[in-house]
């Protein structure tokens, strides 16, 4: 056992009955503890290789989106989008996880250099800070990313009727007690290592993106290495995987519907992916107070930064 996995076993936990999920702090950012373990055992043993491309976000804030998009823009050459893995498998099968590529390096499939992780930016192998690799990052507005993460845990909760309510949930991200949290922190974390080493480090806006997505599709695949050619271009390439990755498309497909994933061991249906997609969603569940409560913490967080979020989003 690494010194890591020795101070895991000593770290305090917030019981299931207070989060909804039991979640252990490490380095500054709380996690249920199998999900940290990994994280640990990735610290200790990963060894990045010059052309991965790690794609990294918070649970809930675009993930599935720019798995499937990524995935679609690098393997273009060999499927086409009436052929593509992604219309059988989601989009979180079709890449190998950072903690599934630690634990079995040789598992890696030729081709495919993407690597999907929720690991903070501070805490990544020192092998993926100190190399050349890639790392795109999607953000979403903290609210719509708090509503879309609460409605997913409360699905895949073992009694549903005891899990946490919003509003003890809420007041728990808002101390930084969530999944991979401090929220503000991890996308600050990511939005700092984006202006300091722009080459390394992509940081697209989930809303931006949702309004237009065409243009990210182009840069995405530029950042990557695999930028799409004048004749791709004019045959429709770009929109062809715009439409194929968009939410309607992949929350109609059967594998979407009706599939299971089974992370750490736990069923998670993967129809739990496909809530709504929606800008603005928050307004729905969130009180003026609570609004202007994370409002209020986004400002005092990203100050001077200069990142910023439309706060009617």
């Known amino acids: 056992m690494g010194p890591g996995l020795r101070l895991l076993a000593s ?15 490490y380095q500054g950012f709380w996690c249920s503890p199998d999900f940290l373990e990994d ?17 990294c976000s918070v649970p809930k804030s675009g993930t599935t989106w720019l798995k499937a998009l990524t995935f679609a823009i690098v393997r273009r050459n060999r499927y086409d989008t009436s052929t593509s893995p992604l219309l059988s498998k989601i989009s979180h099968d079709c890449i190998p996880t950072l903690a599934k590529l630690t634990k079995e390096p040789d598992s890696r499939e ?33 609210k719509d990313a708090f509503v879309a993460l609460y409605h997913f845990l409360a699905k895949r909760a073992p009694k549903k009727d005891e ?6 949930a809420f007041d728990l991200f808002c101390q930084g007690k969530s999944f991979y949290g401090p929220y503000l922190d ?24 949702m309004k237009d997505t065409a243009p990210y599709v182009k840069r995405l695949a530029e950042f990557m290495g695999y930028p799409f050619s004048l004749e791709e271009e004019e045959a429709g390439a770009v929109q062809r995987i715009v439409d194929l990755c968009g939410f309607e498309n992949m929350s109609s497909l059967e594998v979407n519907k009706s599939g299971l994933r089974k992370p750490h061991e736990v069923k998670v249906e993967n129809s739990f992916y496909f809530r709504k997609g929606r ?20 400002e005092q967080k990203f100050a001077g930064t200069g990142l910023t979020f439309l706060v009617s989003c």
């Open 11 to 25: 770290r305090p936990i917030i019981p299931s009955s207070k989060s909804g999920y039991p979640l252990s702090q």
């Open 39 to 55: 994280i640990i055992l990735s610290q200790e043993g990963f060894k990045a290789e010059p052309n991965d491309i790690f794609v």
């Open 110 to 142: 030729p081709g495919i250099p993407l690597v999907g992780t929720h690991t903070p930016y501070t805490a990544l192998p020192k092998s993926i800070l100190d190399s050349d690799c890639k790392i795109v990052y999607i953000c979403r507005e903290p």
């Open 163 to 168: 899990f946490v309510s919003l509003e003890e």
């Open 186 to 209: 991890h996308v600050l974390g990511f939005w700092k290592a984006s202006q300091a080493r722009p080459g390394k480090v992509l940081f697209p806006k989930y809303e931006d993106m």
């Open 279 to 298: 800008i603005g969603d928050w307004k729905e569940y969130l009180t003026p107070e609570m609004a202007e409560r994370l409002d209020k913490m986004m």
